[in-house]
């Protein structure tokens, strides 16, 4: 079955340094893999996204991630936060359901992300 | 469109009642699903419609939830007989198709139950 891991559920960083979350999967075919942002009391809105082709995505607000197909890593990363990035994020793969042949999403636990002044 | 909708936002009730809520996917969606999340953890999957037919249930769907899709349009998610664990997030999400298309969220339900 497919699976996400999601290393660190806390994660602070200062304001204007990297943000790098961390995410891993597991799945037994080609993966679709997506990071979402959840912001208190809200629904998730989509960040990025992986299906084919070019293995580095950017997304909005500047954030980007790499697909390792080798590492079974799908990490999330920004060069400079911003206060406004402070939120939950959430890494998860859609796979292919065996009873229903449909595809649903699955999610990590999420990384709380917290951005000092 | 203005994206996937939830109502109502919030709900407190007390343990034993029955609760209903209510989701409207984008329009041209025809799959549509429900989580649940609980603070701290990541959406749990729950249900998934392909326009109305139910294709799969998770089985922390336990008997006293119901969920329907009339019409492949708007969905309904039942809970009966509410207890203190069911307290959560409830939200519902839509997609054009499986695969590498993503699913969009509404605000979701948060569910209180005392």
């Known amino acids: 079955a497919q699976s996400v891991t999601q290393l660190g559920s806390h994660v602070s960083v200062s304001e204007g340094a990297l943000v790098l979350l961390r995410c891993n999967y597991s799945?037994?075919?080609?993966?679709?893999l997506f990071w979402y942002v959840q912001y208190p009391n809200q629904g998730l809105q989509l960040l990025l996204k992986y299906t084919t082709g070019a293995t580095l995505v950017k997304g909005i607000n500047g954030f980007e991630a790499e697909f390792k197909k080798s590492e079974t890593s799908f990490h999330l990363t920004k060069p400079s936060a911003h206060m406004s990035d402070a939120a939950e994020y959430f890494c998860a793969v859609s796979s292919r359901s065996g009873t229903s042949g449909t595809y649903k999403y699955i999610f990590g636990t999420g990384t709380r992300l917290k951005v000092l002044a | 469109d203005t994206g996937v909708s939830q109502d109502p936002r919030h709900k407190i009730t007390k343990r034993g009642q029955n609760v209903t809520f209510r989701c409207d996917p984008i329009?041209?969606?025809?799959?549509l699903y429900w989580y649940r999340q609980t603070l701290g953890q990541g959406p749990e999957f729950l249900t998934y419609?392909?326009?109305?037919?139910?294709?799969?249930k998770s089985r922390l769907l336990s008997d006293r939830f119901s969920a329907e899709r009339p019409k492949g349009s708007f969905s309904t998610l039942e809970i009966q007989r509410t207890e203190q664990g069911d307290s959560a997030m409830y939200l519902c999400?839509?997609?054009?198709?499986?695969?590498?298309?993503?699913?969009?969220f509404g605000q979701g339900t948060r569910l209180t139950v005392v």
């Open positions: 329009s041209e969606h025809n799959r």
């Open positions: 419609f392909q326009n109305e037919a139910q294709l799969e």
């Open positions: 799945s037994s075919v080609p993966p679709y």
């Open positions: 999400a839509s997609s054009q198709r499986g695969g590498g298309t993503e699913a969009f």
